[in-house]
Every structure is written in C-alpha cells, then in structure tokens.
C-alpha cells in the first residue's frame, strides 16, 4: 500500500497518534496547509493550490519544495487537487491533515463529503487536526483502536439501518437512525470499539487526545 499525508489549512495540533498515522507516508501540501510541514518535521514532496493563501513567508521558506500551481479561477478546490494529485502518483490510503476548523466551515463539510466519497470507492482514509479525526463508516462490521474513555460521535450522511455499537459506554444493538438525530452523538469508548452498519452513510468522529471534548 502507498499512504499519503495531505496536508490542508484547517487546524493541526502534533500529537504522538498523528505522528504514528504519518509515518513512512509521502506529503503533498495544498496551498496554505503547508505551514504544518515544519511543525509535523516533514517536508512534502510536492506543494499544489492556486497559492492565493500561501503568504510571503511561507513562499521563501518552502520555495525548495516543487509546486504545481492552478488558476485562482477553477473548479476545484486546493484539497481536491492534491487528492486528485496523490491518487495519480499511486496512492492507496491517505491521511488528511488540517481537514477541520479553519474560517471556512464549508470546506470543512466538503472534506467530510470526499471522505466519505473515497471510502466508498476503495481507498481507507483518515481526516484528521490531530485532537479530531473522522473515519467513513461504510456497510459492514468495524473496528477502531481508540483507548477507553475516548469520546466520538456517528455522524449520519443519511438515515441509518442497523447500527451496532459495542464496546461502549452505551451499546447500541441494530438500531435505525433517522437523519439529523442526536441519538448518537457523545459516546464513550469502554473497550473495544465495534461498530456494524447495515445500510446508510456515516463518519465516526472521535477525540483521541487527551483534554478535547464535545
């Protein structure tokens, strides 16, 4: 398998789990989300985007790293691009760093929605600032290795039918879900966390570092 980090200009805290989920991974930077490279100690192999959120700084300290540059006028996004660009030079699993928070909540549900996306063709992802991440929760059985005492909420994209938590602070046993229900949001892991869909879309969001809340 070939991972790649992407790096997005959301917010990024570096924790040791966002170090592990990096490692041995190659980097490309969309445009401003290259200011976390120096932070994570990586150096992307590739930096694409329209540059019109790269400042002065960022552009002579990383002017050593090959860009591909787009017209300001287009019709994707900087994060798009890069995940068009790592799925062209191979890649088979990615990390997006930087995937939330930010001044654009819009580009913050769009992420979510290429999650979503990506995993329904085939390619595991991870969206990520470090104190969040989201996993797409497809059809089918799960499981995650978060820590007890580790919150994370099941976001609907849609109604929910057979959903199963175990492991949990409170179990949910093939229940249906309706779209924009509260119902599963704020769990606590107790174990190990196991989660069945039998049809719907969804994002697991979690917090695995230690002093995030809901």
Same mark, same amino acid.
């Given at each position: ?6 790096? !997005? ?60 540059? !787009? ?144």
């Amino acid at each position: 398998m070939s991972l790649f980090t992407l790096l !997005f200009g959301g917010d990024l805290v570096r924790t040791p789990r966002l170090d592990a989920q990096l490692a041995g991974s190659r980097v490309i930077a969309a445009d401003s989300g290259i200011r976390h490279a120096a932070e994570l100690g990586i150096t992307p192999e590739l930096w694409v985007g329209d540059f019109d959120s790269t400042t002065k700084e960022l552009a002579q300290k990383f002017e050593a790293v090959p860009r591909e540059v !787009f017209p300001a006028e287009k019709d994707q996004t900087d994060g798009e691009l890069a995940v068009d660009t790592a799925l062209r030079l191979g890649a088979t699993s990615l990390v997006i760093a930087g995937a939330f928070g930010g001044p654009r909540i819009d580009h913050t549900f769009l992420h979510l929605a290429i999650g979503m996306r990506l995993a329904e063709a085939g390619t595991p992802i991870v969206l990520t600032s470090g104190a969040q991440e989201g996993i797409p929760l497809l059809t089918g059985n799960a499981t995650f290795d978060y820590a007890p005492g580790t919150m994370f909420s099941i976001i609907g994209f849609s109604a929910l039918s057979g959903l199963t938590l175990t492991g949990v602070k409170w179990p949910l046993d093939e229940v249906k879900v309706p779209f924009g229900s509260s119902l599963t949001l704020s769990n606590e892991v107790s174990s190990k966390l196991s989660a069945e869909l039998g049809s719907g879309r969804a994002m697991l969001i979690a917090h695995p570092f230690p002093g995030t809340e809901f």
